[in-house]
C-alpha cells in the first residue's frame, strides 16, 4: 500500500481528492442527463380550489383538499414541476341551492405556465365531489369582547371597554346564522397599563369558510387613571316605601364611606352625589328590625368601609 508523504497529507481533503470528486460528478451529471430527457408517467397531488363564493351562496359541507393525478412529461420537468407544486385542479360549480355532484376532467387540471410540457393523463381520485350549497342570510350580532386589561398597582380602569362597532353584521347560512349569537374579537391580554388604550382588533368568525361579517375588525377603547379614594361623610341616609300616612326616623341619621375609582371622577366627587336610604317594603316587618342602607350606584364609582352597616327605622303617623 502506498504511504501518502507529509506535503500530501497537509493538504486539503478536496485537493487530495479532486480528481474522484470531479470523476464522480461528471458521472452524476451524465446519469441526471440521460433520465432528465426521458419521458416517465407520474402520480402527484394537486390542491383542490374551492370554488369563488358568490354573494348569496355558501358550500355547506366539507370537501376534499386534494387530487390525486397521473401526469407525463420529461424526467426534468417532472422535477421541477415537484419541486414548485404550480398545479391546482378547479372545481366548475353551477350556483344553485341543493346538492350538487361535480365530476371533475382532466380539462379543469391547472398545472401552471411552467408545466407546459406535461400532459395530464388521467384524474385518480376523486372522481366525483358532493357539494351542499345554501342560500344566504344576514342578521345583527353583538361583538363580545376578548381584551383583558391588567394595570399597574395604583391604577384603574375608569367604566367598560368600549367597542365600536358595538355590533357586526353576519352572512352565512340560515342554519348557523341561527347558532350564532355573537361574534368575538381576538384574545388580547394588556399587561402593565397606566394610561388610556385604544386600538384596532380583529373579530374571529367560529367559521371563517362559511361565516363572513362586515366590518373584520373593530376599534376598542379604554380609560385608565391613576386610582384615587376619598373618605365621603356625613352622606344622609333617607327613607323608602313607608306604609300609608306614616315618615321615618332613620337612626343614625347619616353614614360614612370610602369612594374609589379613577382621580378624575372622585376628586370631583362630594357627599351631596351620593344618595343613601331605607327601603322599608324589602324588610321583615319587626319593630326590633335593623336596616341596612342602599347606595344608588355613581357611575364609575365603587365603595367601600361603610359605616354603619345596620339602621334603626322608627315610623311616626303624618
Known amino acids: 500500500m502506498m504511504q501518502r508523504t507529509p506535503a500530501q497529507q497537509k493538504k486539503p481533503f478536496w485537493?487530495?481528492?479532486?480528481?474522484?470528486?470531479?470523476?464522480t460528478g461528471f458521472a452524476i451529471l451524465i446519469w441526471f442527463l440521460v433520465v432528465s430527457n426521458g419521458?416517465?408517467?407520474?402520480e402527484i397531488t394537486v390542491p383542490i380550489e374551492t370554488p369563488v363564493l358568490q354573494p348569496h351562496y355558501v358550500i355547506t359541507n366539507e370537501i376534499p383538499t386534494q387530487a390525486r393525478i397521473k401526469v407525463r412529461g420529461q424526467g426534468l420537468a417532472l422535477l421541477t414541476f415537484k419541486l414548485f407544486q404550480e398545479g391546482r385542479l378547479e372545481l366548475n360549480v353551477v350556483w344553485e341551492p341543493g346538492e350538487k355532484i361535480v365530476y371533475p376532467r382532466i380539462q379543469d387540471v391547472i398545472l401552471g405556465s411552467g408545466a407546459h410540457s406535461i400532459s395530464v393523463l388521467q384524474l385518480i381520485d376523486p372522481l366525483e365531489i358532493t357539494l351542499l350549497i345554501e342560500e344566504t342570510a344576514s342578521r345583527i350580532v353583538p361583538v363580545k369582547s376578548n381584551i383583558s386589561i391588567k394595570t399597574l398597582p395604583g391604577y384603574t380602569v375608569v367604566g367598560n371597554l368600549r367597542l365600536d362597532p358595538t355590533h357586526v353584521t353576519i352572512r352565512g347560512?340560515?342554519?348557523?346564522?341561527q347558532m350564532v349569537d355573537s361574534i368575538a374579537t381576538a384574545e388580547l391580554i394588556?399587561?402593565?397599563?397606566?394610561?388610556?388604550?385604544?386600538d384596532q382588533i380583529a373579530l374571529i368568525s367560529p367559521q371563517p369558510d362559511k361565516l363572513f361579517f362586515q366590518p373584520s375588525e373593530v376599534l376598542f377603547q379604554a380609560d385608565v387613571q391613576k386610582l384615587m379614594e376619598r373618605r365621603l361623610s356625613p352622606i344622609p341616609v333617607g327613607s323608602r316605601n313607608l306604609p300609608h300616612g306614616y315618615r321615618a326616623i332613620v337612626l343614625p341619621a347619616s353614614l360614612s364611606l370610602i369612594a374609589e375609582?379613577?382621580?378624575?371622577v372622585i376628586s370631583t366627587l362630594d357627599e351631596k352625589d351620593i344618595v343613601a336610604y331605607i327601603d322599608y317594603a324589602r324588610q321583615p316587618k319587626d319593630a326590633s328590625a335593623q336596616f341596612p342602607a342602599y347606595l344608588e350606584p355613581v357611575e364609575n364609582v365603587r365603595y367601600r368601609d361603610i359605616s354603619p352597616k345596620r339602621f334603626k327605622l322608627i315610623l311616626e303617623k303624618e
Open 15 to 23: 485537493q487530495r481528492y479532486k480528481i474522484h470528486i470531479a470523476a
Open 39 to 42: 419521458i416517465y408517467d407520474y
Open 173 to 177: 347560512p340560515q342554519a348557523l346564522l
Open 190 to 198: 394588556l399587561q402593565q397599563v397606566k394610561s388610556p388604550v385604544q
Open 261 to 264: 375609582g379613577g382621580v378624575e
